[in-house]
Protein backbone atom coordinates (compact mmCIF):
# COMPACT_ATOMS: atom_id res chain seq x y z
CA UNK A 1 0.00 0.00 0.00
CA UNK A 2 1.14 2.98 -0.89
CA UNK A 3 1.59 5.77 1.99
CA UNK A 4 0.14 9.23 1.36
CA UNK A 5 3.76 10.85 1.69
CA UNK A 6 5.27 8.47 -1.33
CA UNK A 7 2.31 9.26 -3.47
CA UNK A 8 3.71 12.78 -3.74
CA UNK A 9 6.90 12.10 -4.17
CA UNK A 10 5.84 9.74 -7.12
CA UNK A 11 4.60 13.13 -8.45
CA UNK A 12 7.51 14.92 -11.30
CA UNK A 13 8.90 17.71 -9.67
CA UNK A 14 7.69 20.10 -12.65
CA UNK A 15 4.31 19.01 -11.40
CA UNK A 16 4.52 21.19 -8.27
CA UNK A 17 4.37 24.70 -9.84
CA UNK A 18 1.15 23.80 -11.62
CA UNK A 19 -0.30 22.73 -8.15
CA UNK A 20 1.07 25.76 -6.51
CA UNK A 21 -0.98 27.72 -9.44
CA UNK A 22 -3.92 26.50 -8.61
CA UNK A 23 -4.72 26.66 -4.71
CA UNK A 24 -6.24 29.67 -3.73
CA UNK A 25 -4.21 32.66 -3.61
CA UNK A 26 -5.18 33.20 -0.07
CA UNK A 27 -4.29 29.83 1.09
CA UNK A 28 -1.24 29.70 -1.06
CA UNK A 29 1.80 30.20 1.85
CA UNK A 30 0.16 27.83 4.29
CA UNK A 31 -0.70 25.02 1.83
CA UNK A 32 2.71 24.91 0.42
CA UNK A 33 4.58 25.05 3.76
CA UNK A 34 2.08 22.22 5.16
CA UNK A 35 3.22 19.95 1.61
CA UNK A 36 6.84 21.06 2.48
CA UNK A 37 6.92 19.43 6.04
CA UNK A 38 5.64 15.79 4.27
CA UNK A 39 8.89 15.11 3.22
CA UNK A 40 12.64 16.54 2.90
CA UNK A 41 12.49 15.92 -0.54
CA UNK A 42 9.47 17.54 -1.13
CA UNK A 43 10.60 20.25 1.05
CA UNK A 44 13.23 21.15 -1.64
CA UNK A 45 10.81 21.41 -4.46
CA UNK A 46 7.91 23.19 -2.59
CA UNK A 47 10.07 26.04 -0.39
CA UNK A 48 11.11 27.53 -3.49
CA UNK A 49 7.81 28.10 -5.18
CA UNK A 50 6.74 30.36 -2.14
CA UNK A 51 8.65 33.41 -3.66
CA UNK A 52 6.60 32.90 -6.74
CA UNK A 53 3.13 33.95 -5.07
CA UNK A 54 4.55 36.78 -2.58
CA UNK A 55 1.66 37.54 -0.21
CA UNK A 56 3.31 40.21 2.44
CA UNK A 57 0.08 40.97 5.48
CA UNK A 58 1.73 44.37 6.77
CA UNK A 59 4.33 46.77 6.43
CA UNK A 60 6.94 44.68 8.47
CA UNK A 61 6.92 41.75 6.51
CA UNK A 62 6.61 44.01 3.50
CA UNK A 63 9.66 46.16 4.07
CA UNK A 64 11.68 43.27 4.70
CA UNK A 65 10.85 41.47 1.86
CA UNK A 66 11.45 44.40 -0.13
CA UNK A 67 15.24 44.65 0.81
CA UNK A 68 15.97 41.23 0.19
CA UNK A 69 14.10 41.72 -3.06
CA UNK A 70 17.03 44.28 -3.73
CA UNK A 71 19.24 40.98 -4.85
CA UNK A 72 17.88 40.84 -8.49
CA UNK A 73 18.53 37.16 -8.60
CA UNK A 74 15.96 37.23 -5.81
CA UNK A 75 13.43 38.46 -7.94
CA UNK A 76 13.67 36.47 -10.97
CA UNK A 77 11.48 33.89 -8.97
CA UNK A 78 8.43 36.62 -8.20
CA UNK A 79 5.54 36.24 -10.48
CA UNK A 80 3.20 37.88 -8.34
CA UNK A 81 3.51 40.38 -5.65
CA UNK A 82 0.63 40.95 -3.21
CA UNK A 83 1.68 43.35 -0.02
CA UNK A 84 -1.28 44.69 2.58
CA UNK A 85 0.43 47.61 4.57
CA UNK A 86 -0.39 50.35 6.80
CA UNK A 87 1.99 53.25 7.40
CA UNK A 88 3.78 53.34 10.63
CA UNK A 89 5.02 57.00 12.06
CA UNK A 90 8.93 56.07 11.88
CA UNK A 91 8.37 55.07 8.31
CA UNK A 92 6.28 58.32 7.69
CA UNK A 93 8.94 60.23 9.19
CA UNK A 94 11.98 58.54 6.73
CA UNK A 95 13.91 61.03 4.74
CA UNK A 96 14.33 60.04 1.78
CA UNK A 97 10.84 58.00 1.98
CA UNK A 98 11.37 54.15 2.55
CA UNK A 99 7.76 53.24 3.06
CA UNK A 100 6.49 50.18 0.67
CA UNK A 101 5.16 52.36 -2.20
CA UNK A 102 8.34 53.92 -2.38
CA UNK A 103 10.31 50.86 -2.18
CA UNK A 104 8.46 48.52 -4.08
CA UNK A 105 8.53 51.31 -7.31
CA UNK A 106 11.76 51.35 -6.87
CA UNK A 107 12.78 47.98 -6.95
CA UNK A 108 10.63 47.43 -10.08
CA UNK A 109 12.11 50.41 -11.76
CA UNK A 110 15.40 48.75 -11.31
CA UNK A 111 13.83 46.01 -13.23
CA UNK A 112 14.78 43.18 -10.34
CA UNK A 113 11.08 41.78 -11.17
CA UNK A 114 11.13 41.00 -15.18
CA UNK A 115 8.68 38.32 -14.70
CA UNK A 116 5.86 39.84 -12.54
CA UNK A 117 2.49 39.05 -13.98
CA UNK A 118 0.52 40.84 -11.22
CA UNK A 119 1.23 43.80 -9.09
CA UNK A 120 -1.20 43.85 -5.97
CA UNK A 121 -0.87 46.84 -3.47
CA UNK A 122 -3.21 47.32 -0.53
CA UNK A 123 -3.14 50.40 1.36
CA UNK A 124 -4.58 50.90 4.80
CA UNK A 125 -5.79 53.84 6.78
CA UNK A 126 -2.66 54.60 8.37
CA UNK A 127 -1.73 56.15 5.37
CA UNK A 128 -3.94 59.39 5.94
CA UNK A 129 -3.22 59.60 9.39
CA UNK A 130 -0.49 62.35 10.62
CA UNK A 131 1.01 60.31 13.34
CA UNK A 132 -0.15 58.01 16.23
CA UNK A 133 -3.48 58.27 17.69
CA UNK A 134 -4.08 61.44 15.43
CA UNK A 135 -7.64 61.62 13.45
CA UNK A 136 -6.23 64.17 11.31
CA UNK A 137 -6.77 63.78 7.70
CA UNK A 138 -2.93 64.11 5.83
CA UNK A 139 -2.61 65.06 1.97
CA UNK A 140 -0.15 62.03 1.55
CA UNK A 141 1.39 61.79 -1.64
CA UNK A 142 3.48 58.75 -0.63
CA UNK A 143 -0.46 57.09 -1.84
CA UNK A 144 0.40 57.69 -5.04
CA UNK A 145 2.58 55.90 -7.92
CA UNK A 146 4.52 58.56 -10.38
CA UNK A 147 3.47 59.04 -13.28
CA UNK A 148 6.40 58.02 -14.53
CA UNK A 149 6.34 54.18 -13.22
CA UNK A 150 3.33 53.63 -15.27
CA UNK A 151 4.49 55.02 -18.54
CA UNK A 152 7.27 52.60 -17.99
CA UNK A 153 6.56 49.81 -16.47
CA UNK A 154 6.39 47.36 -19.35
CA UNK A 155 9.95 48.10 -19.88
CA UNK A 156 10.64 46.81 -16.42
CA UNK A 157 7.75 43.85 -16.25
CA UNK A 158 7.16 42.94 -19.38
CA UNK A 159 4.73 39.95 -18.92
CA UNK A 160 2.76 41.89 -16.38
CA UNK A 161 -1.01 41.33 -16.90
CA UNK A 162 -2.81 42.29 -13.25
CA UNK A 163 -2.85 45.42 -11.24
CA UNK A 164 -4.39 45.41 -7.99
CA UNK A 165 -4.34 48.82 -6.32
CA UNK A 166 -6.35 49.50 -3.42
CA UNK A 167 -6.95 52.08 -0.83
CA UNK A 168 -4.85 55.15 -3.13
CA UNK A 169 -4.97 58.49 -3.31
CA UNK A 170 -5.69 60.34 -6.34
CA UNK A 171 -3.03 62.23 -7.39
CA UNK A 172 -4.66 66.24 -6.46
CA UNK A 173 -1.88 67.75 -6.64
CA UNK A 174 -1.41 66.63 -10.62
CA UNK A 175 -4.93 67.80 -11.88
CA UNK A 176 -7.42 66.13 -13.29
CA UNK A 177 -6.38 64.98 -16.26
CA UNK A 178 -7.14 61.05 -17.32
CA UNK A 179 -2.80 60.63 -17.49
CA UNK A 180 -2.61 61.00 -14.16
CA UNK A 181 -4.54 57.88 -13.50
CA UNK A 182 -1.21 55.97 -15.51
CA UNK A 183 -2.43 52.69 -13.99
CA UNK A 184 -5.25 52.87 -16.75
CA UNK A 185 -3.06 53.07 -19.39
CA UNK A 186 -0.75 50.16 -19.08
CA UNK A 187 -1.68 48.23 -22.07
CA UNK A 188 -2.33 44.43 -21.84
CA UNK A 189 -3.62 44.57 -18.56
CA UNK A 190 -6.40 41.80 -18.49
CA UNK A 191 -7.09 41.88 -14.39
CA UNK A 192 -7.40 45.15 -13.09
CA UNK A 193 -8.56 46.21 -9.76
CA UNK A 194 -8.84 49.94 -8.10
CA UNK A 195 -10.30 51.14 -5.18
CA UNK A 196 -9.69 54.92 -4.19
CA UNK A 197 -8.68 55.72 -0.61
CA UNK A 198 -12.11 55.20 1.52
CA UNK A 199 -11.91 58.68 3.59
CA UNK A 200 -9.92 61.13 1.42
CA UNK A 201 -12.11 62.63 -1.41
CA UNK A 202 -10.68 63.20 -4.93
CA UNK A 203 -11.18 65.99 -7.10
CA UNK A 204 -13.53 66.34 -9.61
CA UNK A 205 -13.16 63.60 -12.09
CA UNK A 206 -16.08 61.55 -13.62
CA UNK A 207 -16.50 58.15 -14.48
CA UNK A 208 -16.40 59.04 -18.21
CA UNK A 209 -12.47 59.49 -17.52
CA UNK A 210 -11.94 56.12 -16.79
CA UNK A 211 -14.65 54.29 -19.45
CA UNK A 212 -11.51 55.62 -22.45
CA UNK A 213 -8.75 53.66 -21.11
CA UNK A 214 -11.24 51.02 -19.88
CA UNK A 215 -12.47 50.76 -23.93
CA UNK A 216 -8.45 50.10 -24.81
CA UNK A 217 -8.37 47.28 -22.38
CA UNK A 218 -11.73 45.63 -22.74
CA UNK A 219 -11.02 43.57 -25.87
CA UNK A 220 -8.59 41.28 -22.90
CA UNK A 221 -10.29 42.44 -19.25
CA UNK A 222 -11.63 39.13 -17.18
CA UNK A 223 -11.51 40.88 -14.31
CA UNK A 224 -12.35 44.55 -13.32
CA UNK A 225 -13.27 46.01 -10.09
CA UNK A 226 -13.48 49.70 -9.30
CA UNK A 227 -14.41 51.02 -5.69
CA UNK A 228 -14.86 54.76 -4.70
CA UNK A 229 -15.63 56.89 -2.36
CA UNK A 230 -19.31 57.31 -2.22
CA UNK A 231 -19.00 61.10 -2.74
CA UNK A 232 -16.20 60.71 -5.86
CA UNK A 233 -17.92 59.05 -8.57
CA UNK A 234 -20.97 58.45 -8.61
CA UNK A 235 -22.19 58.82 -12.71
CA UNK A 236 -21.46 54.98 -13.87
CA UNK A 237 -23.61 55.15 -16.61
CA UNK A 238 -20.71 55.39 -19.66
CA UNK A 239 -18.96 51.96 -18.07
CA UNK A 240 -22.47 50.35 -19.10
CA UNK A 241 -22.26 50.91 -22.49
CA UNK A 242 -18.96 49.11 -22.70
CA UNK A 243 -18.74 45.03 -24.31
CA UNK A 244 -16.15 43.29 -22.16
CA UNK A 245 -16.18 39.99 -24.30
CA UNK A 246 -13.95 38.12 -21.69
CA UNK A 247 -15.66 39.21 -18.57
CA UNK A 248 -15.53 37.00 -15.96
CA UNK A 249 -14.98 39.15 -12.56
CA UNK A 250 -17.06 42.43 -12.25
CA UNK A 251 -17.11 44.25 -8.62
CA UNK A 252 -18.53 47.92 -8.23
CA UNK A 253 -18.53 49.11 -5.09
CA UNK A 254 -20.32 52.85 -3.44
CA UNK A 255 -21.91 54.13 -7.23
CA UNK A 256 -25.12 55.36 -7.39
CA UNK A 257 -27.05 56.83 -10.38
CA UNK A 258 -27.84 53.82 -12.00
CA UNK A 259 -29.65 53.22 -14.90
CA UNK A 260 -31.36 49.51 -14.45
CA UNK A 261 -32.57 49.38 -18.09
CA UNK A 262 -29.38 50.22 -19.32
CA UNK A 263 -27.18 47.54 -16.68
CA UNK A 264 -29.78 44.79 -17.28
CA UNK A 265 -28.86 45.14 -21.04
CA UNK A 266 -25.36 45.13 -19.74
CA UNK A 267 -25.73 41.97 -17.99
CA UNK A 268 -27.63 40.08 -20.53
CA UNK A 269 -24.59 40.71 -23.05
CA UNK A 270 -21.91 39.33 -20.56
CA UNK A 271 -23.69 35.99 -20.16
CA UNK A 272 -19.83 34.51 -19.38
CA UNK A 273 -19.84 37.05 -15.77
CA UNK A 274 -18.96 34.14 -12.81
CA UNK A 275 -18.51 36.66 -9.61
CA UNK A 276 -20.21 39.10 -9.76
CA UNK A 277 -20.24 41.98 -6.66
CA UNK A 278 -22.56 45.12 -6.82
CA UNK A 279 -21.69 46.38 -2.98
CA UNK A 280 -24.04 49.27 -2.34
CA UNK A 281 -22.53 52.80 -0.36
CA UNK A 282 -22.04 52.42 3.30
CA UNK A 283 -25.15 54.94 4.35
CA UNK A 284 -27.27 52.87 1.97
CA UNK A 285 -26.56 49.60 3.10
CA UNK A 286 -29.87 49.52 4.80
CA UNK A 287 -32.23 52.33 3.53
CA UNK A 288 -31.35 51.83 -0.16
CA UNK A 289 -34.13 53.19 -2.33
CA UNK A 290 -36.34 49.84 -3.68
CA UNK A 291 -36.50 52.42 -6.89
CA UNK A 292 -32.38 52.18 -7.29
CA UNK A 293 -31.67 48.87 -8.50
CA UNK A 294 -29.37 47.03 -10.66
CA UNK A 295 -31.77 44.24 -12.21
CA UNK A 296 -35.17 45.12 -13.72
CA UNK A 297 -38.20 43.35 -12.04
CA UNK A 298 -38.50 40.69 -14.64
CA UNK A 299 -35.09 38.96 -15.99
CA UNK A 300 -34.47 36.82 -19.56
CA UNK A 301 -34.56 33.04 -19.30
CA UNK A 302 -31.13 32.29 -19.03
CA UNK A 303 -29.81 35.24 -17.45
CA UNK A 304 -26.16 35.23 -16.46
CA UNK A 305 -26.33 31.22 -16.72
CA UNK A 306 -22.48 30.88 -15.59
CA UNK A 307 -22.92 33.50 -12.36
CA UNK A 308 -21.34 31.13 -9.54
CA UNK A 309 -20.74 34.00 -6.59
CA UNK A 310 -23.03 36.85 -6.17
CA UNK A 311 -22.34 40.08 -3.42
CA UNK A 312 -25.53 42.45 -3.67
CA UNK A 313 -28.16 44.45 -2.02
CA UNK A 314 -31.23 42.28 -1.16
CA UNK A 315 -33.68 44.27 -3.40
CA UNK A 316 -31.04 43.26 -6.33
CA UNK A 317 -31.51 39.51 -4.68
CA UNK A 318 -35.00 39.27 -4.87
CA UNK A 319 -35.25 39.99 -8.59
CA UNK A 320 -32.59 37.45 -9.42
CA UNK A 321 -34.31 34.77 -7.78
CA UNK A 322 -34.90 32.50 -10.75
CA UNK A 323 -30.91 32.04 -10.88
CA UNK A 324 -30.28 31.71 -7.31
CA UNK A 325 -30.10 28.14 -7.07
CA UNK A 326 -27.02 28.08 -9.52
CA UNK A 327 -24.61 30.11 -6.69
CA UNK A 328 -21.91 28.78 -5.00
CA UNK A 329 -21.60 31.78 -2.91
CA UNK A 330 -24.14 34.70 -1.65
CA UNK A 331 -23.81 37.87 0.03
CA UNK A 332 -26.68 39.56 0.86
CA UNK A 333 -26.76 43.54 2.13
CA UNK A 334 -29.62 45.41 3.48
CA UNK A 335 -32.23 42.85 4.75
CA UNK A 336 -34.69 43.58 7.39
CA UNK A 337 -35.83 41.36 10.10
CA UNK A 338 -37.08 37.42 7.89
CA UNK A 339 -36.54 38.56 4.21
CA UNK A 340 -33.79 36.27 3.54
CA UNK A 341 -35.14 33.32 5.11
CA UNK A 342 -38.53 34.27 3.37
CA UNK A 343 -36.62 34.45 0.18
CA UNK A 344 -34.98 31.05 0.63
CA UNK A 345 -37.83 29.05 1.54
CA UNK A 346 -41.04 30.45 0.18
CA UNK A 347 -39.72 32.40 -3.15
CA UNK A 348 -38.02 29.58 -3.64
CA UNK A 349 -39.04 26.42 -2.21
CA UNK A 350 -36.28 23.98 -3.10
CA UNK A 351 -33.55 26.38 -1.62
CA UNK A 352 -30.10 26.49 -2.41
CA UNK A 353 -29.06 23.21 -2.60
CA UNK A 354 -25.62 23.72 -4.27
CA UNK A 355 -24.68 26.65 -1.70
CA UNK A 356 -21.47 26.68 -0.05
CA UNK A 357 -20.90 30.43 1.43
CA UNK A 358 -23.70 32.39 2.87
CA UNK A 359 -23.28 35.96 4.05
CA UNK A 360 -26.23 37.75 5.21
CA UNK A 361 -26.57 41.88 6.13
CA UNK A 362 -29.68 41.79 8.56
CA UNK A 363 -31.11 44.65 10.39
CA UNK A 364 -34.03 44.40 13.00
CA UNK A 365 -36.96 46.37 12.05
CA UNK A 366 -37.19 50.07 13.02
CA UNK A 367 -40.51 51.90 12.63
CA UNK A 368 -39.37 54.29 9.97
CA UNK A 369 -40.50 55.09 6.38
CA UNK A 370 -37.56 54.46 4.49
CA UNK A 371 -38.28 50.30 6.27
CA UNK A 372 -41.73 49.98 5.20
CA UNK A 373 -41.18 51.14 1.73
CA UNK A 374 -38.84 48.06 1.20
CA UNK A 375 -41.20 45.40 2.57
CA UNK A 376 -41.66 43.06 -0.39
CA UNK A 377 -44.83 40.36 0.13
CA UNK A 378 -44.54 41.27 3.74
CA UNK A 379 -41.18 39.48 3.89
CA UNK A 380 -40.16 41.40 7.15
CA UNK A 381 -42.84 40.29 9.24
CA UNK A 382 -43.27 36.56 8.68
CA UNK A 383 -41.50 33.56 9.95
CA UNK A 384 -41.33 29.96 9.45
CA UNK A 385 -42.49 27.98 12.70
CA UNK A 386 -39.29 25.64 13.63
CA UNK A 387 -41.87 23.22 14.43
CA UNK A 388 -44.48 22.62 11.69
CA UNK A 389 -42.80 24.98 8.97
CA UNK A 390 -46.15 26.98 9.41
CA UNK A 391 -45.67 30.87 8.58
CA UNK A 392 -46.51 32.94 11.19
CA UNK A 393 -46.88 36.82 11.79
CA UNK A 394 -44.84 39.10 14.01
CA UNK A 395 -46.38 42.28 14.34
CA UNK A 396 -45.08 45.39 12.16
CA UNK A 397 -44.01 46.75 15.16
CA UNK A 398 -41.58 43.97 16.42
CA UNK A 399 -37.98 44.12 15.60
CA UNK A 400 -36.48 40.83 14.75
CA UNK A 401 -33.12 39.44 15.19
CA UNK A 402 -31.04 36.04 13.60
CA UNK A 403 -31.71 34.36 16.61
CA UNK A 404 -35.59 34.95 16.89
CA UNK A 405 -37.20 32.15 14.63
CA UNK A 406 -34.80 32.52 11.61
CA UNK A 407 -31.52 30.39 11.75
CA UNK A 408 -33.64 27.18 11.45
CA UNK A 409 -34.99 28.12 8.06
CA UNK A 410 -31.68 29.14 6.94
CA UNK A 411 -30.79 25.45 7.84
CA UNK A 412 -33.46 23.80 5.73
CA UNK A 413 -33.25 26.23 2.48
CA UNK A 414 -29.31 26.01 2.39
CA UNK A 415 -28.16 22.73 4.25
CA UNK A 416 -25.07 22.35 2.49
CA UNK A 417 -23.16 25.16 4.01
CA UNK A 418 -19.44 24.93 4.71
CA UNK A 419 -19.20 29.18 5.45
CA UNK A 420 -22.04 31.17 7.06
CA UNK A 421 -21.38 34.46 8.23
CA UNK A 422 -23.52 37.67 9.33
CA UNK A 423 -22.99 41.65 8.87
CA UNK A 424 -25.28 44.46 9.97
CA UNK A 425 -26.58 44.60 12.76
CA UNK A 426 -24.27 43.18 16.11
CA UNK A 427 -24.87 39.51 16.92
CA UNK A 428 -22.41 38.20 19.76
CA UNK A 429 -21.13 35.08 19.78
CA UNK A 430 -22.70 34.16 23.15
CA UNK A 431 -25.81 34.19 21.18
CA UNK A 432 -24.49 31.66 18.80
CA UNK A 433 -24.42 28.98 21.89
CA UNK A 434 -28.17 29.50 22.12
CA UNK A 435 -28.93 28.02 18.46
CA UNK A 436 -26.07 25.48 18.45
CA UNK A 437 -28.47 23.11 17.69
CA UNK A 438 -29.53 24.89 14.23
CA UNK A 439 -26.35 25.35 13.04
CA UNK A 440 -25.81 21.37 14.20
CA UNK A 441 -28.07 21.20 10.96
CA UNK A 442 -25.69 22.11 8.43
CA UNK A 443 -23.70 18.83 7.72
CA UNK A 444 -20.59 20.47 6.29
CA UNK A 445 -20.30 23.73 8.05
CA UNK A 446 -16.60 25.27 8.76
CA UNK A 447 -15.94 28.63 9.21
CA UNK A 448 -18.70 30.88 11.34
CA UNK A 449 -18.12 34.56 10.72
CA UNK A 450 -20.29 37.36 12.66
CA UNK A 451 -20.42 40.78 13.70
CA UNK A 452 -19.50 42.23 17.70
CA UNK A 453 -18.48 45.56 17.26
CA UNK A 454 -17.96 46.30 20.69
CA UNK A 455 -15.46 43.26 20.95
CA UNK A 456 -13.90 43.35 17.39
CA UNK A 457 -11.07 46.06 17.67
CA UNK A 458 -7.44 45.80 19.46
CA UNK A 459 -6.05 42.20 21.32
CA UNK A 460 -8.88 39.39 21.31
CA UNK A 461 -9.76 38.64 24.91
CA UNK A 462 -9.80 35.35 26.50
CA UNK A 463 -13.83 35.76 26.92
CA UNK A 464 -13.68 35.15 23.18
CA UNK A 465 -11.65 32.31 23.37
CA UNK A 466 -13.63 31.05 25.96
CA UNK A 467 -16.86 31.30 24.09
CA UNK A 468 -15.61 30.53 20.63
CA UNK A 469 -14.55 26.76 22.35
CA UNK A 470 -18.02 26.50 24.13
CA UNK A 471 -19.92 26.93 20.73
CA UNK A 472 -17.14 24.47 19.41
CA UNK A 473 -18.02 21.72 21.75
CA UNK A 474 -21.32 21.91 20.69
CA UNK A 475 -20.92 22.40 17.11
CA UNK A 476 -18.08 19.74 16.63
CA UNK A 477 -18.01 20.24 12.52
CA UNK A 478 -16.43 23.69 13.47
CA UNK A 479 -12.86 24.55 12.43
CA UNK A 480 -12.78 28.43 12.74
CA UNK A 481 -15.14 31.31 14.04
CA UNK A 482 -14.30 34.84 13.11
CA UNK A 483 -15.75 38.10 14.62
CA UNK A 484 -15.57 40.66 11.46
CA UNK A 485 -16.34 43.40 13.67
CA UNK A 486 -13.26 45.17 13.48
CA UNK A 487 -13.20 48.30 10.93
CA UNK A 488 -10.04 47.43 9.70
CA UNK A 489 -8.13 43.77 8.82
CA UNK A 490 -7.15 41.26 10.43
CA UNK A 491 -9.88 40.08 12.45
CA UNK A 492 -9.86 38.02 15.25
CA UNK A 493 -10.02 34.47 14.37
CA UNK A 494 -10.36 31.48 16.73
CA UNK A 495 -9.07 28.57 15.34
CA UNK A 496 -10.21 25.02 16.27
CA UNK A 497 -7.84 22.31 16.52
CA UNK A 498 -9.28 18.51 17.92
CA UNK A 499 -7.88 15.14 18.64
CA UNK A 500 -9.55 12.23 19.91
CA UNK A 501 -8.98 13.48 23.64
CA UNK A 502 -9.38 17.10 23.98
CA UNK A 503 -9.95 20.62 22.01
CA UNK A 504 -7.72 23.83 21.67
CA UNK A 505 -8.66 27.27 20.87
CA UNK A 506 -6.08 29.19 18.93
CA UNK A 507 -6.57 33.01 19.00
CA UNK A 508 -4.67 34.73 15.68
CA UNK A 509 -5.15 37.08 12.58
CA UNK A 510 -8.20 35.99 9.81
CA UNK A 511 -9.60 37.35 7.05
CA UNK A 512 -13.04 37.40 6.02
CA UNK A 513 -14.85 34.29 3.97
CA UNK A 514 -13.16 32.32 1.75
CA UNK A 515 -15.50 30.54 -1.19
CA UNK A 516 -15.77 32.68 -4.22
CA UNK A 517 -12.56 34.58 -3.15
CA UNK A 518 -9.88 32.01 -4.16
CA UNK A 519 -7.96 35.03 -6.54
CA UNK A 520 -7.89 37.33 -3.52
CA UNK A 521 -5.14 37.43 -1.72
CA UNK A 522 -6.86 39.24 1.59
CA UNK A 523 -10.25 38.08 1.22
CA UNK A 524 -12.78 40.85 2.52
CA UNK A 525 -15.47 41.14 4.72
CA UNK A 526 -18.67 43.52 4.01
CA UNK A 527 -18.18 46.38 5.87
CA UNK A 528 -14.77 46.65 4.95
CA UNK A 529 -14.60 46.00 1.34
CA UNK A 530 -13.25 49.37 0.22
CA UNK A 531 -10.16 49.59 2.70
CA UNK A 532 -8.23 47.94 5.37
CA UNK A 533 -5.97 48.34 8.13
CA UNK A 534 -3.66 45.81 9.61
CA UNK A 535 -3.29 45.97 13.38
CA UNK A 536 -0.53 43.18 14.52
CA UNK A 537 -1.73 41.34 16.92
CA UNK A 538 0.12 38.41 18.97
CA UNK A 539 -0.46 34.66 18.65
CA UNK A 540 -1.59 32.81 21.65
CA UNK A 541 -3.14 29.20 22.63
CA UNK A 542 -5.94 28.63 24.85
CA UNK A 543 -6.56 25.09 25.86
Known sequence: ????????????????????????????????????????????????????????????????????????????????????????????????????????????????????????????????????????????????????FWTRIKEYCPRLRGIVLKGIQYPSTYGSETEDLGFLHVPGITSLSITFLKKMLPPPVYIDMLVGPIMTLAPLLHTLELGVNPQ????????????????????????????????????????????????????????ASTSDCWFTAEISEGFLPNLRHLRAHWKDVRRLAPILAQLLSLCIHGSVNAQVPFLLRFTLPDGLPYLKSLDIGQFPRRESANYRNIDVEGSTIWYEDADDGMLRAYTPEQPRTIFDNYMHSIVRAAPRLEELGFHGADSPLADFIAVADDLNGFCHLKRLYYIDRATGAGEPSDTFGELAGELAELVPRLEAITNVGAPDLPYQTAEIHRDPESLTVELCEGFGMQTGNDDEAFPWAPQSSVNVVVVPRNRRDLL
Not at 40 to 49: A, E, Q, T
Not at 78 to 92: D, F, K, M, N, Q
Not at 120 to 143: F, I, K, Y
Open 1 to 148: MTSRNGSFTLLYPEIYPVIATHLPLHATPSTLLSLAQTSRDISHIVLPLLHTRLILKNETDALLVLQKLESPVVGLAVRELHILSGLSYATRQQDPPADVVTRTVDIISRGNLPFLHTLDVQLTNEWRHCGPGSDQVCDNSLCVFPRV
Open 232 to 287: GFVHISPLFDLNLPYLRSLSLKNFTQIDTLQTTAFFERHPSIQYLNLNVAPSDVAL
